[in-house]
Protein backbone atom coordinates (compact mmCIF):
# COMPACT_ATOMS: atom_id res chain seq x y z
CA UNK A 1 0.00 0.00 0.00
CA UNK A 2 1.00 3.64 -1.18
CA UNK A 3 1.70 6.38 1.52
CA UNK A 4 -1.01 8.09 -0.43
CA UNK A 5 -3.58 4.87 -0.08
CA UNK A 6 -3.06 4.99 3.54
CA UNK A 7 -3.57 8.75 3.68
CA UNK A 8 -6.99 8.11 2.38
CA UNK A 9 -7.74 5.28 4.35
CA UNK A 10 -6.83 6.77 7.48
CA UNK A 11 -9.13 9.81 6.54
CA UNK A 12 -12.25 7.83 5.92
CA UNK A 13 -11.88 6.14 9.13
CA UNK A 14 -13.53 8.79 11.01
CA UNK A 15 -11.35 8.29 14.59
CA UNK A 16 -12.29 11.60 15.83
CA UNK A 17 -8.75 13.26 14.82
CA UNK A 18 -8.59 16.17 13.21
CA UNK A 19 -7.58 15.81 9.47
CA UNK A 20 -3.93 16.90 8.68
CA UNK A 21 -2.99 16.78 11.98
CA UNK A 22 -1.35 13.04 11.31
CA UNK A 23 2.43 13.87 11.52
CA UNK A 24 2.63 16.65 14.42
CA UNK A 25 -0.12 17.93 17.20
CA UNK A 26 -1.51 21.02 16.31
CA UNK A 27 -2.45 22.99 19.32
CA UNK A 28 -3.45 27.11 19.43
CA UNK A 29 0.36 28.40 19.80
CA UNK A 30 -1.34 31.93 21.12
CA UNK A 31 -3.17 30.30 23.64
CA UNK A 32 -1.38 27.21 24.84
CA UNK A 33 2.05 29.63 25.65
CA UNK A 34 -0.28 32.14 27.56
CA UNK A 35 -1.48 29.45 29.70
CA UNK A 36 1.80 27.50 30.23
CA UNK A 37 2.82 31.51 31.55
CA UNK A 38 -0.39 31.34 33.72
CA UNK A 39 1.24 28.01 35.32
CA UNK A 40 4.37 28.38 35.07
CA UNK A 41 3.67 32.12 37.26
CA UNK A 42 1.54 30.02 39.35
CA UNK A 43 3.87 27.42 40.58
CA UNK A 44 6.35 30.40 41.79
CA UNK A 45 3.38 32.36 43.57
CA UNK A 46 2.26 28.89 45.42
CA UNK A 47 5.88 27.89 46.32
CA UNK A 48 5.84 30.83 48.35
CA UNK A 49 2.34 30.59 49.48
CA UNK A 50 3.07 26.67 51.11
CA UNK A 51 6.50 28.31 52.54
CA UNK A 52 8.53 26.22 50.08
CA UNK A 53 6.59 22.78 50.78
CA UNK A 54 8.14 20.45 48.33
CA UNK A 55 5.58 18.07 48.42
CA UNK A 56 2.60 20.29 47.59
CA UNK A 57 4.73 21.71 44.81
CA UNK A 58 5.18 18.60 43.22
CA UNK A 59 2.21 17.66 43.67
CA UNK A 60 0.80 20.56 42.30
CA UNK A 61 3.32 19.97 39.39
CA UNK A 62 1.55 16.51 38.64
CA UNK A 63 -1.75 17.88 38.64
CA UNK A 64 -0.62 20.68 36.52
CA UNK A 65 1.08 18.10 33.56
CA UNK A 66 -1.69 15.15 33.62
CA UNK A 67 -3.89 18.33 33.23
CA UNK A 68 -1.65 19.62 30.12
CA UNK A 69 -1.56 16.29 28.68
CA UNK A 70 -5.15 16.13 28.78
CA UNK A 71 -5.68 19.31 27.10
CA UNK A 72 -2.88 18.74 24.00
CA UNK A 73 -5.23 15.47 23.48
CA UNK A 74 -8.30 16.84 23.41
CA UNK A 75 -7.18 19.37 21.04
CA UNK A 76 -6.36 16.47 18.29
CA UNK A 77 -10.31 15.36 18.60
CA UNK A 78 -12.60 16.55 16.08
CA UNK A 79 -15.46 19.33 17.27
CA UNK A 80 -18.16 16.71 16.12
CA UNK A 81 -16.61 14.00 18.86
CA UNK A 82 -18.04 16.33 21.56
CA UNK A 83 -20.66 17.47 19.74
CA UNK A 84 -21.60 13.61 19.42
CA UNK A 85 -20.69 12.97 23.62
CA UNK A 86 -22.31 15.43 24.50
CA UNK A 87 -25.46 13.49 26.13
CA UNK A 88 -23.28 11.08 27.11
CA UNK A 89 -21.11 13.24 29.46
CA UNK A 90 -23.78 14.98 30.81
CA UNK A 91 -25.83 12.29 31.99
CA UNK A 92 -21.71 11.14 33.51
CA UNK A 93 -21.79 13.86 35.15
CA UNK A 94 -25.15 13.97 36.48
CA UNK A 95 -25.03 10.63 37.92
CA UNK A 96 -21.65 11.85 39.61
CA UNK A 97 -23.55 14.52 41.46
CA UNK A 98 -26.15 11.67 42.44
CA UNK A 99 -23.74 9.69 44.26
CA UNK A 100 -22.22 12.49 45.83
CA UNK A 101 -25.50 13.17 47.51
CA UNK A 102 -25.66 9.67 48.43
CA UNK A 103 -21.81 8.03 49.12
CA UNK A 104 -19.82 11.62 48.66
CA UNK A 105 -17.04 12.40 51.09
CA UNK A 106 -18.19 14.79 53.96
CA UNK A 107 -15.41 17.77 54.50
CA UNK A 108 -16.14 20.79 56.69
CA UNK A 109 -19.56 20.35 55.90
CA UNK A 110 -19.81 20.20 52.82
CA UNK A 111 -20.36 17.00 50.92
CA UNK A 112 -18.52 17.52 47.64
CA UNK A 113 -15.94 14.47 46.66
CA UNK A 114 -16.31 10.84 45.61
CA UNK A 115 -13.39 8.83 46.74
CA UNK A 116 -12.18 6.01 45.42
CA UNK A 117 -10.53 4.08 47.82
CA UNK A 118 -6.77 3.50 47.46
CA UNK A 119 -5.97 5.97 44.46
CA UNK A 120 -7.84 9.32 44.43
CA UNK A 121 -10.58 11.87 45.89
CA UNK A 122 -12.42 14.20 43.09
CA UNK A 123 -14.95 16.55 43.29
CA UNK A 124 -17.81 15.59 40.15
CA UNK A 125 -18.95 19.32 40.48
CA UNK A 126 -15.89 20.68 38.96
CA UNK A 127 -17.30 18.50 35.76
CA UNK A 128 -19.77 19.76 35.58
CA UNK A 129 -18.46 23.49 34.36
CA UNK A 130 -17.54 21.58 30.45
CA UNK A 131 -20.67 19.16 30.56
CA UNK A 132 -23.12 21.98 31.06
CA UNK A 133 -21.93 24.16 28.13
CA UNK A 134 -21.34 21.35 26.09
CA UNK A 135 -25.26 20.24 26.89
CA UNK A 136 -26.59 23.91 26.09
CA UNK A 137 -24.48 23.68 22.89
CA UNK A 138 -25.04 20.35 21.61
CA UNK A 139 -28.93 21.60 22.32
CA UNK A 140 -29.09 24.57 20.41
CA UNK A 141 -26.47 22.92 17.11
CA UNK A 142 -29.37 22.05 15.38
CA UNK A 143 -32.13 24.29 16.01
CA UNK A 144 -33.16 28.14 14.78
CA UNK A 145 -31.25 30.86 16.47
CA UNK A 146 -32.26 33.52 18.58
CA UNK A 147 -33.59 30.48 20.42
CA UNK A 148 -37.59 30.33 20.83
CA UNK A 149 -39.65 30.08 24.29
CA UNK A 150 -39.84 26.13 24.46
CA UNK A 151 -35.81 26.38 23.63
CA UNK A 152 -35.17 28.46 26.54
CA UNK A 153 -36.98 26.29 28.36
CA UNK A 154 -35.08 23.15 27.88
CA UNK A 155 -32.09 25.11 28.39
CA UNK A 156 -33.08 26.48 31.56
CA UNK A 157 -33.30 22.94 32.63
CA UNK A 158 -29.95 21.58 31.81
CA UNK A 159 -28.33 24.48 33.55
CA UNK A 160 -30.90 24.16 36.82
CA UNK A 161 -30.30 20.19 37.47
CA UNK A 162 -26.64 20.57 37.80
CA UNK A 163 -26.72 23.83 39.85
CA UNK A 164 -29.06 22.48 42.09
CA UNK A 165 -27.41 19.39 42.96
CA UNK A 166 -24.27 21.50 43.72
CA UNK A 167 -26.02 24.40 45.76
CA UNK A 168 -27.18 21.42 48.28
CA UNK A 169 -23.42 19.44 48.76
CA UNK A 170 -23.51 23.13 49.59
CA UNK A 171 -21.17 24.77 47.13
CA UNK A 172 -22.28 27.96 45.88
CA UNK A 173 -19.31 28.79 44.33
CA UNK A 174 -19.28 26.22 41.87
CA UNK A 175 -23.03 26.59 41.17
CA UNK A 176 -22.05 30.09 40.67
CA UNK A 177 -19.31 28.75 37.30
CA UNK A 178 -21.74 26.03 36.32
CA UNK A 179 -25.05 28.37 35.73
CA UNK A 180 -22.23 31.10 34.06
CA UNK A 181 -21.19 28.49 31.58
CA UNK A 182 -24.70 27.55 30.62
CA UNK A 183 -25.91 31.19 30.51
CA UNK A 184 -22.30 31.90 28.50
CA UNK A 185 -24.09 29.33 25.65
CA UNK A 186 -27.50 31.10 25.98
CA UNK A 187 -26.11 34.57 25.45
CA UNK A 188 -24.26 33.42 22.41
CA UNK A 189 -27.00 31.43 21.03
CA UNK A 190 -28.86 35.05 20.27
CA UNK A 191 -30.92 34.89 23.58
CA UNK A 192 -32.54 38.66 23.96
CA UNK A 193 -31.63 41.16 26.24
CA UNK A 194 -35.10 41.26 27.02
CA UNK A 195 -35.13 37.31 28.52
CA UNK A 196 -31.76 38.43 30.72
CA UNK A 197 -33.99 41.72 31.66
CA UNK A 198 -36.67 39.24 32.78
CA UNK A 199 -34.47 36.98 34.53
CA UNK A 200 -32.89 39.56 36.80
CA UNK A 201 -36.31 41.08 37.88
CA UNK A 202 -37.37 37.31 39.17
CA UNK A 203 -34.68 37.30 40.92
CA UNK A 204 -34.94 40.33 42.36
CA UNK A 205 -38.07 39.20 43.12
CA UNK A 206 -37.29 35.58 44.40
CA UNK A 207 -34.23 37.46 46.74
CA UNK A 208 -36.15 36.98 49.87
CA UNK A 209 -37.06 33.52 49.37
CA UNK A 210 -33.49 32.85 48.76
CA UNK A 211 -31.77 34.33 51.26
CA UNK A 212 -33.96 31.86 53.71
CA UNK A 213 -32.38 28.84 51.33
CA UNK A 214 -28.81 29.80 52.46
CA UNK A 215 -27.29 28.39 55.03
CA UNK A 216 -26.31 30.47 57.93
CA UNK A 217 -23.16 30.93 57.19
CA UNK A 218 -23.85 31.78 54.07
CA UNK A 219 -25.75 34.90 54.93
CA UNK A 220 -23.45 35.60 57.28
CA UNK A 221 -20.50 36.22 54.96
CA UNK A 222 -23.15 38.39 52.30
CA UNK A 223 -23.67 40.68 55.60
CA UNK A 224 -19.77 40.48 56.38
CA UNK A 225 -19.42 42.23 52.51
CA UNK A 226 -20.88 45.20 53.99
CA UNK A 227 -19.47 45.45 57.06
CA UNK A 228 -16.34 43.02 57.71
CA UNK A 229 -15.63 45.36 61.08
CA UNK A 230 -18.43 43.88 62.38
CA UNK A 231 -16.78 40.85 63.36
CA UNK A 232 -13.44 40.93 62.82
CA UNK A 233 -12.24 37.90 64.62
CA UNK A 234 -14.62 35.48 63.06
CA UNK A 235 -16.74 36.16 59.63
CA UNK A 236 -14.79 39.15 58.81
CA UNK A 237 -11.41 37.51 59.40
CA UNK A 238 -10.94 36.65 55.80
CA UNK A 239 -11.89 39.97 54.04
CA UNK A 240 -9.64 42.01 56.51
CA UNK A 241 -6.91 39.89 55.90
CA UNK A 242 -7.08 39.68 52.33
CA UNK A 243 -7.79 43.53 51.38
CA UNK A 244 -5.33 44.12 54.37
CA UNK A 245 -1.95 42.20 52.35
CA UNK A 246 -3.43 43.89 48.99
CA UNK A 247 -3.28 46.75 50.13
CA UNK A 248 0.03 46.80 51.31
CA UNK A 249 2.12 44.95 48.42
CA UNK A 250 2.28 48.52 46.53
CA UNK A 251 3.46 49.22 43.14
CA UNK A 252 6.19 45.88 43.24
CA UNK A 253 5.27 44.21 46.42
CA UNK A 254 7.75 42.62 49.21
CA UNK A 255 9.01 40.22 47.61
CA UNK A 256 8.73 35.99 47.17
CA UNK A 257 8.79 34.87 50.32
CA UNK A 258 8.95 38.23 52.28
CA UNK A 259 4.86 38.74 52.80
CA UNK A 260 4.04 39.37 56.61
CA UNK A 261 0.16 38.53 56.50
CA UNK A 262 1.23 35.37 54.40
CA UNK A 263 4.38 33.72 55.93
CA UNK A 264 2.72 34.88 58.95
CA UNK A 265 -0.25 32.91 58.70
CA UNK A 266 -2.58 35.59 59.20
CA UNK A 267 -4.00 34.90 55.65
CA UNK A 268 -6.64 32.33 55.79
CA UNK A 269 -6.44 29.49 52.68
CA UNK A 270 -3.52 31.49 51.46
CA UNK A 271 -2.78 28.60 49.15
CA UNK A 272 -5.86 27.96 47.36
CA UNK A 273 -8.99 30.45 47.58
CA UNK A 274 -6.64 33.60 48.81
CA UNK A 275 -3.78 33.18 47.04
CA UNK A 276 -4.05 36.36 45.20
CA UNK A 277 -3.89 37.72 47.87
CA UNK A 278 -0.10 36.29 48.67
CA UNK A 279 0.14 37.59 44.97
CA UNK A 280 -0.68 40.84 45.78
CA UNK A 281 1.30 41.33 48.66
CA UNK A 282 4.79 39.96 47.68
CA UNK A 283 4.47 40.92 43.68
CA UNK A 284 2.65 43.99 44.23
CA UNK A 285 0.36 45.62 41.66
CA UNK A 286 2.58 44.95 38.63
CA UNK A 287 2.97 41.07 39.69
CA UNK A 288 -1.42 41.29 39.31
CA UNK A 289 -1.34 43.56 36.53
CA UNK A 290 1.33 40.83 34.88
CA UNK A 291 -1.02 37.74 35.66
CA UNK A 292 -4.35 39.87 35.06
CA UNK A 293 -3.35 40.66 31.02
CA UNK A 294 -2.36 36.86 30.73
CA UNK A 295 -6.02 35.98 32.00
CA UNK A 296 -7.23 38.75 29.58
CA UNK A 297 -5.39 36.78 26.74
CA UNK A 298 -6.51 33.86 27.20
CA UNK A 299 -10.21 35.08 27.64
CA UNK A 300 -10.13 36.90 24.03
CA UNK A 301 -7.97 34.22 22.79
CA UNK A 302 -10.98 31.72 23.32
CA UNK A 303 -12.97 34.21 21.95
CA UNK A 304 -11.54 34.69 18.67
CA UNK A 305 -11.33 31.49 18.37
CA UNK A 306 -15.13 31.32 19.35
CA UNK A 307 -15.77 33.93 16.03
CA UNK A 308 -13.84 32.25 13.79
CA UNK A 309 -15.64 28.68 13.93
CA UNK A 310 -17.57 27.54 10.97
CA UNK A 311 -20.19 26.01 12.91
CA UNK A 312 -22.74 27.04 15.74
CA UNK A 313 -21.70 24.57 18.07
CA UNK A 314 -18.20 25.35 18.00
CA UNK A 315 -18.97 28.97 18.27
CA UNK A 316 -21.24 28.24 21.29
CA UNK A 317 -18.79 25.81 23.12
CA UNK A 318 -15.56 28.33 22.63
CA UNK A 319 -17.08 31.33 23.79
CA UNK A 320 -18.73 29.71 26.98
CA UNK A 321 -15.80 27.97 27.86
CA UNK A 322 -13.92 31.23 27.45
CA UNK A 323 -16.41 33.25 29.29
CA UNK A 324 -16.57 30.60 31.93
CA UNK A 325 -12.42 31.06 32.67
CA UNK A 326 -13.54 34.99 32.97
CA UNK A 327 -16.07 34.30 35.30
CA UNK A 328 -13.69 32.26 37.21
CA UNK A 329 -11.01 34.57 38.16
CA UNK A 330 -13.38 37.75 38.02
CA UNK A 331 -15.11 36.19 41.29
CA UNK A 332 -11.83 35.39 42.98
CA UNK A 333 -10.14 38.38 42.49
CA UNK A 334 -13.11 40.16 43.61
CA UNK A 335 -14.15 37.94 46.53
CA UNK A 336 -10.10 38.51 47.77
CA UNK A 337 -10.79 42.07 47.23
CA UNK A 338 -13.74 42.71 49.26
CA UNK A 339 -16.47 43.35 46.28
CA UNK A 340 -18.18 39.68 46.74
CA UNK A 341 -19.03 37.69 49.58
CA UNK A 342 -16.57 34.80 50.08
CA UNK A 343 -17.72 31.84 48.01
CA UNK A 344 -14.82 29.29 47.73
CA UNK A 345 -13.47 29.85 44.00
CA UNK A 346 -9.84 29.89 43.74
CA UNK A 347 -7.69 31.23 41.30
CA UNK A 348 -7.40 29.33 38.47
CA UNK A 349 -4.21 27.41 37.69
CA UNK A 350 -2.74 29.17 40.06
CA UNK A 351 -4.45 28.06 43.24
CA UNK A 352 -3.38 24.62 44.83
CA UNK A 353 -6.26 22.21 43.29
CA UNK A 354 -6.58 19.06 41.86
CA UNK A 355 -10.41 18.37 39.57
CA UNK A 356 -10.35 21.97 38.90
CA UNK A 357 -6.91 22.54 37.18
CA UNK A 358 -7.18 19.35 34.99
CA UNK A 359 -11.11 20.16 34.30
CA UNK A 360 -9.96 24.14 33.03
CA UNK A 361 -6.91 22.72 31.21
CA UNK A 362 -9.24 19.80 29.55
CA UNK A 363 -11.82 22.75 28.83
CA UNK A 364 -8.84 24.67 26.75
CA UNK A 365 -8.24 21.59 25.23
CA UNK A 366 -12.01 21.64 23.97
CA UNK A 367 -11.49 25.44 22.44
CA UNK A 368 -8.40 24.38 20.41
CA UNK A 369 -10.65 21.55 19.23
CA UNK A 370 -12.26 24.08 17.27
CA UNK A 371 -9.87 26.01 16.54
CA UNK A 372 -7.82 23.23 14.71
CA UNK A 373 -10.95 22.24 12.58
CA UNK A 374 -12.26 26.01 11.13
CA UNK A 375 -14.81 23.32 8.63
CA UNK A 376 -16.46 20.51 9.88
Known amino acids: ?26 V ?23 ERDLDVLLSQLTRLSLGLALMVVAAQLRPTFYLKSAPILYAFGIALLGAVLLVGVEVNGSRRWLEIPGLMRFQPSEFMKIAVPLMVAWHFNNRALPPDFKGLLIAGGIIAVPAICIVVQPDLGTSVLVIAGGLGALLLAGLSWRWVLYGLAALAAAAPVLWHQLQDYQRRRILTLFDPEQDPLGAGWNIIQSTTALGSGGLFGKGLHNGTQSQLNFLPESQTDFIMAVLGEELGFAGVTALLVLYMLIV ?77
Not at 1 to 26: A, I, K, Y
Not at 30 to 41: G, P, T
Not at 313 to 334: C, D, E, H, K
Open 1 to 26: MSEQDFVRNFERTGNGVVPGNRRRLS
Open 28 to 50: DAVLCAALVAVVVYGLFVLHSAV
Open 300 to 376: ARGFIIAQQSAQPFGRLIAGSLSLVFFVYFFVNIAMVAGLLPVVGVPLPLVSYGGTSVITLLLGFGIIMSVRNQKSW
